[in-house]
């Protein structure tokens, strides 16, 4: 089996199906707004906002993990995992692993103090995973966001 490697502008195709086979599996099949060239843009311009790890199996993508750089006022410099996908056909073949492997590995090289990311509370295989490879699933945290329309609405009440 091949080894992880950092994805490559002609990967972003096979990286956005990646991404949207994920959103329908966790139930959110409409939420994807990011394109082709908005990866192709912001991973690959004159200031990249993310680097993507690929895995391929039999020439074709299978899998693949993002992560961007992030900054903890208890920390410093730490490293968020974004996505950590493989596709539904190639589950439970190691691939997961490889690329789990890969970002942890980067992490050290880059010097980062934590490597961080969310999971659904309903993905049991997941956060399984998660913790068998020594992860802290932080059940008492929850995520909070503003999407587009709530930070214009936020804005609104200014």
């Known amino acids: 089996m091949n ?8 990967d972003m195709p ?5 991404i949207q086979e994920l ?3 966790e139930k959110e099949s409409d939420a994807v707004e990011v394109s082709v060239s908005d990866l192709e843009k912001d991973g690959f311009g004159t200031h990249p906002k993310f680097i993507c790890f690929v895995l391929e199996v039999e020439n074709t993508i299978e899998g693949i993990a993002l992560v961007y ?7 410093g410099e730490v490293l968020h995992l974004e996505d950590l996908i493989v596709s ?3 589950r439970g073949k190691g691939l997961g692993t490889q690329l789990l ?5 980067y992490a050290k090289q880059i010097g980062v103090k934590r490597v961080s ?3 659904l509370d309903w993905n049991d295989p997941a956060i399984e995973f998660y913790e068998s490879k020594g992860a802290n699933v932080m059940r008492d945290w929850n995520v909070v966001h503003l999407d587009e329309n709530g930070i214009t609405n936020y804005l609104n009440q200014l």
Do not use: M
């Not at 096979?14 to 990646?18: C, G, I, Q, S, T």
């Open 88 to 90: 539904e056909k190639c």
């Open 14 to 18: 096979r990286v956005l199906e990646l």
């Open 117 to 119: 990311w969310e999971v």
């Open 69 to 75: 750089p992030r900054y903890s006022t208890w920390k």
């Open 23 to 25: 959103a329908i599996f």
């Open 101 to 105: 492997d890969a970002v942890v590995k």
């Open 3 to 10: 080894q992880p490697r950092l994805a490559l502008r002609q």
